[in-house]
C-alpha cells in the first residue's frame, strides 16, 4: 500500500510540475539559453535583438531554468547604465557690484575651501546677447581667466522662446570670482547661484542611423529616420552643417502604433523630445528611454532658411540583468508576452548584498517558443481555472491517501 501510495505521490508531482512548467514557458514567444553559468551572482547584458519582441516596459522579461522535475524562476535586478548627476548648492558672498567702459562687474566671494563648476545667472530681461568673463583669485590681487568671451542668450517672441544663462566651466577653486557682464547697459542680473555639478556618464550602445525622408513642409523642416529595429533611445543629435547662429523650435517624436487603411498606413506618434535646436548648445537631445525603430523630427524654420542637416546620432544606454542563481538547471531567457505584469522579486526590495565584478553570461540563439497543443491540453492551459483545479484534486487525493493510511495503522 505504502508503494502504491508513494508512486501516486510521484506521479502526481511530475505532472504538476511539468504542467506548470510547460505553462509558464508556453506563454511566451521567445527563448534564448543561457550560457556560463558558473557561480551563484551573474550580469547579462541585454542584447539589442531582445527589444524588437518586449513589452514596452520590459514587463515580460522572465528567466526560467528547467531541471528534472521542476521549473525555476530566477530573480533578477534590471539595470540601466543612465547617468547619475547631483547638483550641490555652493553658499558665497557678492561683494560689490560695479560698472565702467567694459561694462558690469559683480564679484563674488566663497567663505570655504570648495570646487564649483556652474554659475547660474538670472536676469530681469526677455531679450538679451551678451559676453561674459570670469575670472578666479585668491587675493583679489591676481586675477585667472576662468571662461573668456562665453556667451549668454535670451530670446523671447511670436517665434522663439529660448533662455541660456548658464556658466560652464572646469572644476575651479578660488576664493573670489569676478563676473564680467560686456554691456553698455544695466543688465538686470537678478540673483546668482553657484554650484557643484557631479555627473557619472552614462555608458551608451551606438545605433544606426538612416534617412528615410528630408522634406520642407510648407515652414518645418520634417526629417524622418529609421533605427532598422526597436531599440531603447534616449540621446538623439542633430548635426546641422550652416555656419551661423540659429535657434529653432523642434520636436522628436516615434511611431507608437499603425494602422493600415484603405487609402494606405495610418501612424500614430508620441512625443519624445520638444525644445530649441540652436548653434549655441550642441551636445544633443536626452530624455528618458523608450523602445522606438522610427523617428520624425520636426523643425520651426518660421521665416528662415531651412537648416541643412548633415547627419544624426542616436544612442541609448545599455541594459543587463543581475541575477542569482540558487539551483542547477537548463536556463532560459524568455520574453515576449503581453499579458503579464511586471515581476517581483525579493532581491529588488531588500538590501541585498550582491558581489562586484559579476561574470558576464552569454546568450544563445532565439528561438520561437512553440504553441502547438492538442485540442484538450490546449484547453487546460488556458483556463488558470483548470489548473487549480488539478491541484484541488491532488491535495484531496494525497488527504484521502494519508486518512487511509492512518486508519489502517490505528487497526
Known amino acids: 500500500m505504502k508503494l502504491i501510495y508513494k508512486n501516486i505521490i510521484l506521479c502526481l508531482t511530475f505532472g504538476l510540475y511539468s504542467t506548470l512548467a510547460i505553462s509558464q514557458m508556453i506563454d511566451y514567444d521567445y527563448k534564448r539559453e543561457i550560457n556560463g553559468i558558473s557561480e551563484q551572482w551573474h550580469s547579462l547584458p541585454i542584447p539589442d535583438s531582445v527589444f524588437q519582441h518586449v ?5 515580460d522579461i522572465r528567466i526560467y531554468g528547467i531541471a528534472k522535475n521542476d521549473t525555476i524562476e530566477a530573480p533578477y535586478i534590471l539595470k540601466v547604465s543612465s547617468e547619475q548627476q547631483t547638483q550641490r548648492s555652493i553658499t558665497f558672498t557678492k561683494v560689490n557690484a560695479v560698472a565702467n567702459a567694459k561694462g558690469y562687474y559683480f564679484t563674488y566671494e566663497i567663505p570655504t575651501d570648495e570646487t564649483i563648476n556652474q554659475i547660474h545667472l538670472e536676469l530681469d530681461e526677455s531679450n538679451f546677447d551678451y559676453k561674459v568673463i570670469l575670472e578666479g583669485s585668491h587675493d583679489q590681487n591676481e586675477w585667472f581667466t576662468v571662461l573668456n568671451d562665453y556667451r549668454i542668450l535670451g530670446i523671447d517672441n511670436n517665434q522663439t522662446k529660448y533662455t541660456f544663462t548658464d556658466l560652464h566651466f572646469s572644476p ?40 528615410m525622408n528630408i522634406e520642407q513642409l510648407e515652414k518645418n523642416s520634417v526629417i524622418d529616420i529609421d533605427m532598422k529595429r526597436r531599440l531603447p533611445l534616449s540621446y538623439l543629435k542633430i548635426n546641422v552643417s550652416d555656419q551661423i547662429d540659429y535657434y529653432r523650435p523642434i520636436t522628436i517624436e516615434y511611431i507608437s502604433d499603425s494602422v493600415e487603411t484603405e487609402k494606405g498606413w495610418r501612424y500614430q506618434f508620441k512625443n519624445l523630445y520638444s525644445g530649441t535646436l540652436t548653434s549655441l548648445e550642441k551636445k544633443g537631445f536626452t530624455f528618458a528611454s523608450t523602445l522606438a ?50 515581476p517581483y522579486y525579493d532581491i529588488v526590495q531588500a538590501a541585498t ?54 486508519r489502517k495503522e490505528d487497526i
Open 55 to 59: 513589452a514596452s516596459d520590459l514587463s
Open 172 to 211: 575651479s577653486n578660488y576664493h573670489y570670482y569676478r563676473l564680467l557682464i560686456k554691456s553698455d547697459k544695466n543688465p538686470n542680473l537678478v540673483s546668482s547661484e553657484i554650484n557643484l555639478d557631479e555627473q557619472s556618464e552614462a555608458d551608451y550602445t551606438n545605433f544606426p542611423v538612416t534617412f
Open 293 to 342: 525603430q522610427k523617428l520624425r523630427i520636426t523643425i520651426q524654420n518660421h521665416d528662415n532658411t531651412a537648416l541643412q542637416i548633415e547627419s544624426a546620432e542616436a544612442k541609448g544606454y545599455v541594459y543587463s540583468l543581475v541575477t542569482r542563481f540558487i539551483e542547477p538547471a537548463q536556463y532560459f531567457l524568455v520574453y515576449g508576452n503581453k499579458n503579464v505584469q511586471k
Open 353 to 406: 548584498i550582491i558581489p562586484e565584478n559579476l561574470t558576464e553570461l552569454k546568450l544563445g540563439k532565439i528561438e520561437s517558443i512553440s504553441k502547438k497543443r492538442d485540442a484538450s491540453t490546449n484547453a487546460l492551459f488556458q483556463n488558470k481555472f483548470w489548473l487549480w483545479g488539478i491541484m484541488s484534486m491532488i491535495i484531496i487525493i494525497l488527504a484521502w491517501f494519508t486518512f487511509k493510511m492512518l
